[in-house]
């Protein structure tokens, strides 16, 4: 019994001195991000977020630039038929304010719902909430007037951030608290 204690003490010590365990790799790429839950991604530290949203805008300017396959894109666009890149998100980045021009886009959630609950990690607005700013945020930035309204869907686990085609607006929920983290907020 009294050499358990001391392996015990010895191994409890070993890992404290390992850090926590438990806690997601700090290095973390904005595409291995969006391939997680918003749960996962919501337990991340707040400057860890915002470090990748940072990286998410600095990525989305490289793609524009030929850095990238247009198919492994994290903003993937669809006009006239073509796959590009979507335009690069510009300075801040910061979707959640709306440019203020012309009329807004009306907006159409289908399929998989969104949650009305508000979080504090989303600056205390519901998935729902935060998901119609940055869609009418991308909307305007992209110049998107499909006809009719615009229909935003739900997309878990994707590997981009948000794809436009054929009047569809696809929106990874991650994306939301990436946003939420950014500088300024």
Do not use: K
Request: aromatic share 6%; charged share 25%.
């Amino acid at each position: 019994m009294r050499l358990r204690v001391p392996i015990l003490a010895l191994l409890g010590l070993t890992l404290a001195g390992c850090g926590d365990l438990t806690s997601p790799v700090r290095s973390q790429t904005p595409r291995a991000a969006l391939l997680q839950t918003p749960e996962q991604v919501e337990l991340l530290a707040p400057s860890v977020r915002q470090e990748l949203y940072r990286s998410l805008v600095r990525d989305s300017a490289q793609e524009q630039l030929g850095a990238a396959d247009d198919a492994l894109s994290l903003f993937p666009f669809v006009q006239n038929g073509e796959l590009r890149c979507a335009p690069p998100l510009e300075g801040r980045g910061d979707l959640f304010e709306v440019p203020d021009a012309g009329d807004p886009a009306s907006l159409v959630f289908e399929g998989e719902p969104w949650s009305d609950e508000r979080r504090d990690s989303l600056q205390g607005l519901s998935e729902r909430e935060a998901a119609e700013l940055v869609a009418r945020s991308l909307a305007g930035r992209w110049s998107l007037h499909p006809p009719g309204a615009l229909r935003v869907y739900r997309a878990d686990g994707v590997p981009y951030a948000a794809a436009y085609a054929d009047g569809a607006l696809r929106l990874n929920p991650v994306l939301l608290y990436l946003v939420a983290a950014s500088e300024g907020r």
